[in-house]
């Protein structure tokens, strides 16, 4: 913004925006509060670097979406967790270019073995468990490594069931998409009895859930995306992330009811 100081000169000064009362989702009128940055600036008394702007939303955003990564970091996953996130991280840049009022979350999953518990985890922004940025969502990508993970099959149901303790907006479309390279256990820290139940719970929910897994282990999972409207991708494909944007898209725009 432009600001003149007590000589006259014009100045031009960056401001700090708090955005955290604007949804761009919801048409509105909107009063935004912002900090002027003038670190070589004094102002003088009963001048405040505070400074509100009105945003007017005049049409609703037609795309509103929940979407959730549900991502298997077992050892197992190393050769294919830098093409993984590369294609986490396209797909939510694609989709914010779209216009699409999306928010973002991840959970981390690994195995219950010989008396090990490796916790699944939902990936915190601050105190938030979503992203509304893509950019700080593939940040926080950046963060996750692999980790031990036992035998073959890993905690799906459990990483699926975390994911649904999170709470999503009334008006989005919530996806969960599942990204694994192997088979799963039904043992889980969410009072399911396994993956069938888990499946249903999620379909009555309304929850789309695709599964992104090798060719090997899809029909251990075609239950789980079919009975929820979702879709397979194989997680040796390179650019996974387009076969998401062709069927996710529609549905967010509601052109597709799953």
């Known amino acids: 913004m432009n600001v003149w100081t007590q000589d006259g000169r014009q100045h031009t000064l960056d ?4 955005l955290s009362s604007y949804d761009k989702s919801v048409a509105g009128s909107y009063t935004i509060v912002g900090h002027i940055i003038a670190p070589d600036f004094r102002f003088d008394e009963g001048v405040s670097d505070v ?3 009105q945003v007017d939303i005049v049409e609703q955003i037609q795309g509103t979406a929940d979407i959730v990564f549900v991502l298997d970091i ?4 190393s050769d294919d967790i830098a093409n993984v996130k590369d294609n986490i991280i396209e797909f939510s840049q694609r989709l914010e270019e779209q216009g699409v009022s999306a928010r973002w979350s991840a959970v981390t999953f690994s195995d219950f073995t010989s008396g090990v518990y490796e916790e699944s985890k939902i990936i915190q922004n601050g105190a938030s468990d979503w992203f509304i940025s893509a950019d700080e969502y593939k940040e926080a ?9 036992g035998d073959n099959p890993e905690a799906s149901v459990d990483g699926l069931m975390l994911a649904n303790t999170l709470t ?3 008006d989005a479309r919530v996806f969960y998409i599942l990204l694994t390279d192997c088979s799963y256990k039904n043992d889980n820290n969410h009072g399911v009895s396994g993956m069938t139940e888990a499946t249903d719970i999620l379909a ?10 090798s060719s090997t282990y899809k029909s251990y ?7 929820t409207g979702g879709v397979y991708c194989n997680i040796k494909d390179g650019n996974f992330s387009q076969d998401l944007m062709d069927h996710l898209v529609p549905i967010i725009f509601g052109e597709v009811i799953a």
């Open 204 to 213: 009555d929910r309304g929850v789309n859930v695709s599964v992104v897994t």
């Open 221 to 227: 999972y075609t239950d789980l995306y079919e009975s």
């Open 74 to 77: 077992s050892n197992s996953m």
């Open 168 to 170: 999503t907006r009334q």
């Open 15 to 18: 401001v700090q925006w708090d």
């Open 141 to 149: 990508f950046g963060t996750i490594d692999t980790r031990w993970g």
């Open 51 to 53: 400074i509100e702007a």
